[in-house]
């Protein structure tokens, strides 16, 4: 029988960065792609230990046996793993090598040829640049597996994803208005802004407190925070601070998000194809100081791009207390540095990169991570500073000043006026399109 706390284990699912790295290369590679998913997926994975499990209702023989299982089944800890080794086994059996960076993401290059297919769970993403190649490598799937028929990507994990010959469109509006009728705000009165300019968790923190569903909604913006809106990010990751000891004032805060997800449901995250892609990455990176009157922990803020579009957003409380605008923007470009890294790898194996470049508006941080010479402020961040300069010149990475207008990543550090907040969207890729 299985034992709790012993019978675990992880199965991995592509994470939604690398699902966007991967889009933003159909776009730009002008991939053709195509989704199935399997069917029964968990029933597909062997054993490597032995297994029992009592009789079936309605097959009990009343001998109180019990059986003795030859293969994983719905409800066993082990099936989404052992399902996961089937499928990575049959991958390496045709010819694909899976990523070392995102265990999810197996490619196979021959003759100038690509294929790329992901795998969430039992639903799979499959691109390639020659169509008749891509669909043999389907029909091996079919044959191996019981799968769905395969059909143009339109929507995948609940993102509807529309191509055009010189963009590609990203949404969840059925998401949204699924998620406002679950929560009664289906009739409410739209509002311009996530949350009021320059508000923190402090100033929801002195309410009553809150009895109702209030992790379930954060839990449900943050899902769509982090897949397809980043405009709502820092409101969510700032409210969702509250989650121990909610508070009237943050649920109506939470209230505001719907409100305002009601009034741009129709916005999209739309990736431009270029005319002659670049294959650059770019990094936004900020931080807001001390912003938080409560403990005084800074916020980091980055945005990663590539070709242009928008693959990874972040919005973190730092640790520690930064004494200076300066120690803040630094604890946060070594953050975004390490994603940076690991996206780097992921973008090599699939892909290429010509040139790297950050984005900070500080220029003192732009100083100290640039010059050797250690400042006697700085010197507790020796560890954070030797490792980006490290960084820096070891993977060819320039560092560039960003007038504070134009940082995108002060989308995730603070909350806007209206008017900051939809220029900077626009240069996030998110707008209203039809």
């Known amino acids: 029988m299985q034992k709790e706390g012993v019978d675990y ?16 290369l159909i776009l730009q590679e002008n991939l ?27 097959y009990d023989d009343g001998t ?25 086994q049959f991958m390496n059996k045709v010819k694909f090598k899976q990523s070392t960076s995102d265990p999810c993401i197996f490619i196979r290059k021959e003759k100038g040829r690509k294929i790329i297919i992901c795998l969430y769970v039992d639903d799979l993403l499959i691109a390639g640049s020659d169509p ?37 469109k990203l949404d969840q509006e059925e998401y949204i208005d699924k998620m406002l009728k679950r929560f ?26 809150f009895e ?5 909604l954060i839990g449900s913006l943050l899902h769509l925070a982090v897949t397809t809106r980043p405009d709502i990010l820092f409101s969510v ?16 805060g939470l209230k505001r998000i719907l409100r305002y997800l009601k009034g741009t449901k129709n916005f999209k995250l739309v990736y431009k194809k270029l005319h002659n892609p670049n294959f650059n990455i770019d990094l936004y990176a900020d931080a807001d100081w001390a912003s938080d009157t409560i403990d005084r922990k800074s916020v980091s803020g980055y945005v990663l791009m590539f070709c242009n579009c928008p693959i990874l957003w972040c919005c973190k409380k730092q640790n520690c207390i930064s004494l200076s605008s300066t120690e803040a923007e630094i604890i946060a470009l070594s953050k975004s540095l390490q994603d940076l890294l690991y996206y780097k790898s992921v973008i090599n194996e699939i892909s290429r990169i010509n040139n790297i470049y950050i984005y900070e508006d500080n220029q ?34 320039s560092v560039k000043y960003v007038c504070t207008e134009n940082q995108i990543a002060d989308l995730f550090t603070k909350s806007l006026s209206k008017c900051k907040l939809y220029k900077l969207l626009c240069f996030c890729s998110v707008c209203m399109r039809d």
């Not at 998913?37 to 062997?46: H, I, P, Q, R, S």
């Not at 700032?238 to 508070?247: G, H």
Request: net charge positive; proline share 6%; aromatic share 8%.
């Open 212 to 216: 109702g569903p209030f992790r379930e």
């Open 64 to 88: 109180r046996k019990v059986c003795k299982l030859n293969k994983s089944l719905y409800g066993l800890k082990q099936a989404p793993r052992q399902w996961f080794h089937k499928f990575q």
């Open 9 to 24: 284990c992880f199965s991995p699912v592509i994470s939604m960065p690398s699902l966007r790295l991967v889009l933003v």
């Open 364 to 397: 003192s941080a732009i100083k100290s991570v640039t010059n050797e010479n250690v400042c006697g402020r700085l010197k507790h961040l020796d560890v954070k500073l030797k490792f980006i300069r490290e960084t820096l010149i070891n993977h060819c990475i």
């Open 32 to 58: 053709h792609s195509y989704v199935m998913d399997v069917k029964t997926a968990f029933l597909n994975g062997g054993l490597d230990e032995v297994v029992y499990m009592s009789q079936p209702q309605g």
């Open 237 to 252: 990751n700032c409210l969702s601070q509250l989650q121990e000891k909610p508070t009237v004032a943050a649920w109506t």
């Open 132 to 168: 008749d190649e891509v669909k043999t490598v389907i029909n091996l799937l079919q044959n191996e597996f019981e799968m769905s028929k395969s059909a143009p990507a339109t929507e995948f994990l609940g993102i509807r994803l529309v191509f055009t010959p010189t963009e590609l």
């Open 184 to 209: 009664n705000m289906s009739d409410c009165k739209p509002c311009s802004t996530p949350l009021e300019p320059k508000c923190t968790s402090a100033d929801f923190a002195n309410s009553d407190l």
